[in-house]
């Protein structure tokens, strides 16, 4: 969680239980049985955050200069060889 908040230079929030999958079934079947009129009701009143993690300016400035120095110049060139793979993967039979 600590890297995920210093990538996006955001605070993140770790969810109140580790069984998301279970919870996010549990709140699609109160939406269906009609416990709670919309996910948004569902979601606000079946969720609480856990611990919160703040950025390190530090690390968050080093994931920033490394996106945009490396990773973007770096995704511009691997561009047309994704769409090789792409294109060679969904070919029809």
Not at 21 to 50: K, P, Y
């Amino acid at each position: 969680m600590q890297v995920t908040a210093d990538i996006f230079n955001r605070p993140t929030s770790r969810p109140h239980t580790f069984e998301t999958s279970g919870l996010g079934a549990a709140i699609s079947g109160a939406v269906g049985l009609r416990l709670h009129r919309d996910f948004s009701t569902a979601v606000a009143e079946m969720t609480r955050l856990g611990a919160t993690f703040e950025p390190n300016p530090s690390d968050a400035e080093l994931y920033e200069r490394l996106y945009t120095r490396v990773y973007k110049r770096m995704h511009r060139r691997l561009a047309p060889l994704y769409e090789e793979l792409h294109r060679t993967l969904h070919r029809a039979p």
